[in-house]
């Protein structure tokens, strides 16, 4: 990547990350690139020149989200450690990075009201990717006795949607931090999987 590549993948992401925070304030509805553009100190002409519209910006943010998701939880993957740990670790990692990018993630929730065909198939790759490696996990724990469950697609299902929901509850000025309440529902999740621990 030349210099001006990634000078240019800089501003993206400067755009992106503060455009999620005022679309989730104001809804993608609510909202339109000019207004965005305002939001951000920016010229029009700044915005557009990065992104042609309000939809383009939005389907950026979620793809970088789920692409950082992704690469998270594949470096977890790559470590020589049990596999009840490298589960344990990608719901810890998974939790605190919705509640750190709350606003992106939210924002997601239903993607084929906004995205075209091409780009829903993009995103619900990715999604598939990354609910694959935790098939994967499920799995090597089942075959190594470590886990003792018998439908896999249901219980990732399961982990996967208590992990995403936390942004429904999660208070930021609550008793607990986003570390300790990962790593306590982590512990609940694996129980799951593993009853007799």
């Known amino acids: 990547m030349s210099l001006r590549e990634k000078k240019v993948a800089e501003k993206k992401e400067e755009i992106i990350r503060m455009a999620i925070r005022v679309l989730s304030e104001k809804g993608y509805n609510g909202i339109t690139m000019e207004e965005i553009a305002a939001k ?71 993607p084929e009201q906004i995205f075209n065909t091409k780009q829903l198939d993009v995103i619900f790759k990715l999604r598939d990717t990354y609910a694959g490696i935790f098939d994967q996990m499920i799995i090597e724990g089942i075959d190594e006795g470590t886990f003792h469950v018998t439908d896999v697609k249901v219980v990732r299902n399961i982990i996967l949607g208590s992990m995403n929901w936390v942004t429904q509850w999660y208070a930021e000025n609550g008793k607990k931090s986003r570390t300790e309440i990962a790593e306590d529902i982590a512990i609940y999740l694996l129980r799951m999987l593993s009853p007799n621990k």
């Open 40 to 110: 951000l100190l920016m010229t029009k002409g700044t915005v557009y020149y990065y992104f042609k519209d309000k939809q383009e910006l939005l389907y950026h943010s979620q793809i970088m989200l789920l692409e950082r998701s992704l690469w998270k939880v594949q470096q977890i993957q790559q470590k020589q450690i049990p596999i009840d740990k490298k589960l344990n670790q990608s719901i810890i990692s998974h939790i605190e990075y919705i509640l750190e990018e709350r606003s992106g993630f939210e924002l997601m929730l239903k």
